[in-house]
């Protein structure tokens, strides 16, 4: 969790890693609104309570008034995450098994190369932008955007180009 707490200069970086389900929610609650939380990865709480993106993160975002960054595209995105610079957890998935098949077809463990990093690209939930007030220009270049309403083009693009072309033609028509 990254915060600003009053008094100190400069952010304040504390990482959770050992609580109870309520325990979160207590801490997300009392969470100052310039905050801003990086989840990497909650497998299990100390009570032994299975922590997943699509039931819990739309509870974190119910006790927190700080947007919440990951790493887990499809995972996050669209559960209350903001967005981030996300690893596409299918692709990381198809790599894996990759390798896998490669080991069964024969090949020793060892003789295949390490991929030293996975693939990120950035993305972020249009709507959790609106939420914080986030504005889209102070995104990195290049960044996906999911849940955008479509434009007034988008949405009636054929209406339009239809017209459009009934307007030239007519045009053509008139002046030849």
């Known amino acids: 969790i990254l915060a600003q707490h009053a008094g100190k200069p400069g952010p304040h970086l504390e990482l959770w890693d050992d609580f109870t389900q309520a325990e979160l929610w207590q801490r997300l609650d009392g969470l100052p609104s310039h905050s801003a939380i990086l989840m990497l990865a909650i497998h299990q709480t100390r009570d032994n309570r299975y922590f997943s993106f699509a039931e819990h993160l739309p509870l974190v975002m119910k006790h927190s008034r700080a947007p919440v960054y990951g790493m887990w595209g499809a995972l996050m995105i669209g559960n209350g995450a903001i967005g981030g610079l996300m690893n ?61 309403p479509p434009s007034f083009y988008e949405t009636h693009r054929p209406v339009l180009l239809g017209s459009l072309a009934t307007i030239v033609i007519l045009a053509i028509d008139t002046f030849v």
């Open 88 to 148: 596409d957890p299918h692709q990381h998935g198809h790599a894996a098994a990759e390798v896998a098949l490669t080991i069964l077809a024969g090949s020793p463990a060892d003789t295949i190369p390490i991929k030293p990093q996975s693939h990120f690209s950035p993305q972020f939930d249009y709507r959790e932008l609106q939420r914080f007030h986030i504005d889209e220009q102070r995104l990195p270049p290049g960044s996906r955007l999911f849940f955008r």
